[in-house]
Nanobody
Framework: VQLQASGGGLVQTGGSLRLSCAAS????????MGWFRQAPGKEREFVAG????????YYGDSVKGRFTISRDNAKNTLYLQMNSLKPEDTAVYYC???????????????WGQGTLVTVSS
């Protein structure tokens, strides 16, 4: 199983980025997917989750109203649209796959390598 996250980069405050996570060797459409992030010196935190069908989504409080998670099961790809970015969004962003949507990282079975998002003030 491989989850390949991409799309990170440097952006100014208020800008937007879209992250992608391409899955391979995974029955993607049967897995719940999530995005987590880890800022320097901080613990990894839940950002967003989406059920296998994509109809139900969940967000961490700090990103509600600014980030949107989505998936394209035909392309085995997960997305995270990030708008109105703030310096505190700076982190390495990880995608993950699990049996059930969860806020807890221990509930996810597979993880991508992470992509760095840096928001300058």
């Amino acid at each position: 199983v491989q989850l390949q996250a991409s799309g990170g980069g440097l952006v100014q405050t208020g800008g937007s980025l879209r992250l992608s996570c391409a899955a391979s060797a995974l029955d993607f459409s049967t897995y719940a997917m999530g995005w987590f992030r880890q800022a320097p010196g901080k613990e990894r935190e839940f950002v967003a989750g989406i059920r296998w069908r994509g109809g139900v989504t969940y967000y961490g409080d700090s990103v509600k109203g600014r980030f949107t998670i989505s998936r394209d099961n035909a392309k085995n790809t997960l997305y995270l649209q990030m708008n109105s970015l703030k310096p505190e969004d700076t982190a390495v962003y990880y995608c993950a796959a699990g049996i059930h949507t969860s806020y807890m990282q221990n509930d996810y079975n597979y993880w991508g390598q992470g992509t760095l998002v840096t928001v300058s003030s």
